[in-house]
């Protein structure tokens, strides 16, 4: 078995996590149905990938859960709650995650891995934790150090393997950006991006960008003041997550809806 047979059945990101269990560096991973557009094990790609996994990897073990399915060495304890879940993922803030002030600036830390398949460079993210304080840093370092090890020892993806990086983000809270946005105030990168972040993470398309809006312009500062706050406290929370395909394209219809009346609101207001 190749590490590029691997890729092709798997998925890259899937198979160095496989790789990763296999060795002990992670406890375990979580297939996630939803990065595939799906909803359960017995949809085709997620189907795929599970059925290439077992015969990869036979003594894996398979512990379904409500958004996709961990895989490990070793049977997992409960995971009834985000820590639990956290721990066994090896997140370095699993026990503190649950309890962060999403009003305060947070840091969101992610290890990618990188390789090199016929000529291409190929980089992907492993795992990606938000944390209260930068002094989790040293914590996800000596993890990616660990990921490293484990990979570079690995004959089949030894040749492919460039090497493990962390990145650091800057959070900021969604209701620092609105009082920016309401008392008109400069915003940065940070918080651009954090603006880009909400609109995608609401629902609405790539078209829909930072950039729609002029922010010199009240009444475009209006309006994304009222999709940040309905963002924060979003009434469609309480039904995720969504895990029927006919109410997904419902609510993604809506969306697109409201896409194309807010855009031709701020185009014609500019």
Do not use: W
């Amino acid at each position: 078995m190749s590490f590029e047979q691997q890729v092709k059945e798997i998925g890259f990101e899937e198979t160095v996590n496989c790789m990763l269990v296999a060795s002990g560096a992670r406890t375990a991973f979580l297939l996630q149905y939803a990065d595939y557009n799906e909803f359960s094990a017995n949809d085709s790609i997620s189907k795929g990938k599970l059925s290439a996994i077992r015969k990869y990897y036979p003594h894996f073990k398979f512990t379904p859960d409500e958004q996709g399915m961990f895989i490990s060495v070793r049977t997992l304890p409960k995971t009834n709650t985000s820590a639990a879940i956290g721990r066994v993922l090896n997140y370095p803030c699993a026990d503190v995650f649950a309890n962060l002030n999403r009003d305060k600036t947070t840091y969101d830390y992610t290890i990618y891995v990188i390789c090199k398949i016929k000529g291409n460079i190929i980089k992907s993210d492993l795992m990606s934790n938000l944390c209260p304080t930068i002094k989790y840093k040293s914590e996800f370092e000596k993890l990616a150090n660990s990921f490293e090890v484990a990979l570079r020892m690995n004959p089949l993806i030894k040749p492919y393997f460039v090497g493990i990086e962390v990145k650091e983000r800057v959070n900021v809270s969604e209701l620092s950006v609105l009082n920016k946005v309401l008392n008109n105030e400069k915003l940065n990168s940070d918080d651009f991006r954090k603006i880009d972040e909400i609109l995608y993470n609401y629902g609405y398309s790539d078209d829909f960008t930072p950039d729609s809006f002029n922010l010199a312009n009240p009444l475009h500062r209006g309006i994304l003041i009222g999709i940040i706050a309905n963002y924060k406290y979003n009434p469609q929370e309480v039904f995720y997550p969504i895990t029927n395909s006919n109410t997904l394209n419902s609510v993604n219809n809506v969306m697109m809806k409201q896409e194309k009346l807010l855009l031709d609101i701020l185009g014609k207001r500019k």
